[in-house]
């Protein structure tokens, strides 16, 4: 089992940035890569970005390719999402997860989840 904890959300205009925080602990050698997802007022959870946890490799949503940037520090068990140029429809709970293989890291059926954090963008 892997605990996570998000961090960096927060009350900004458009066009700013933040940089959101994901601290693991546990079980974190089980994890074969960690993803970033959001959820807005009255929508579905959706996928924003992800990353193996040895080769680094990531993946984008179309929507905020360009803009954000995922990352990860292994020795800090720390995933991050740098986010540049927001926009009010970023408005969104963000929630970071870990997955320990494959097809659950690709499926988006993670097997840990942060409680969230609070990203606001306004106009």
């Known amino acids: 089992q892997v605990q996570l904890v998000e961090s960096g959300g927060g009350l900004v205009q458009a066009g700013d940035s933040l940089r959101l925080s994901c601290a693991a602990s546990g079980r974190t050698s089980s994890t074969y890569g960690m993803g970033w997802f959001r959820q807005a007022p009255g929508k579905e959870r959706e996928f924003v970005a992800r990353i193996t946890w040895v080769s680094g490799n990531t993946d984008y949503a179309d929507f905020v390719k360009g803009r954000f940037t995922i990352s990860r520090d292994n020795a800090k068990n720390t995933m991050y999402l740098q986010m540049n140029t927001l926009k009010p429809e970023d408005t969104a709970v963000y929630y970071c997860?870990?997955?320990?293989?494959?097809?659950?890291?690709?499926?988006?059926?993670?097997?840990?989840w942060g409680q969230g954090t609070q990203v606001t963008v306004s106009s």
């Open positions: 997860a870990a997955a320990t293989q494959l097809l659950r890291y690709i499926s988006g059926a993670y097997d840990s």
